[in-house]
């Protein structure tokens, strides 16, 4: 799987938030997940939400060919966190 950003942005985010979009391949390497669409005007993007050493994380990403191109990466929102814990139990 083949994955793609735009630098300046992941600096940016990596700075802020000390999250590194070259850890996406995370989100995808069959951990539990939930993905979810999440368009922009024609855009179709998608969050995916999963557990990382306790604590859960959300990635926007796109299809871009036949890479994924991240588009942000941060801590999960409240809902977000609420549905995960939903699905996989609590302790996930």
Same mark, same amino acid.
């Given at each position: #799987?083949?994955?793609?950003?735009?630098?300046?942005?992941?600096?940016?985010?990596?700075?802020?938030?000390?999250?590194?979009?070259?850890?996406?391949?995370?989100?995808?390497?069959?951990?539990?997940?939930?993905?979810?669409?999440?368009?922009?005007?024609?855009?179709?993007?998608?969050?995916?939400?999963?557990?990382?050493?306790?604590?859960?994380?959300?990635?926007?990403? #796109?299809?871009?060919?036949?890479?994924?191109?991240?588009?942000? #990466?941060?801590?999960?929102?409240?809902?977000?966190?609420?549905?995960?814990?939903?699905?996989?139990?609590?302790?996930?």
């Amino acid at each position: #799987m083949e994955f793609e950003w735009n630098e300046e942005k992941r600096q940016k985010i990596l700075k802020e938030r000390r999250l590194d979009f070259a850890d996406a391949f995370q989100f995808f390497d069959g951990r539990p997940v939930i993905h979810q669409p999440t368009p922009r005007g024609d855009e179709e993007r998608w969050k995916s939400t999963a557990l990382f050493d306790g604590k859960i994380f959300t990635v926007v990403w #796109m299809w871009r060919n036949a890479a994924i191109r991240v588009i942000s #990466m941060r801590r999960s929102h409240e809902q977000e966190e609420r549905e995960y814990r939903s699905a996989f139990g609590g302790g996930a």
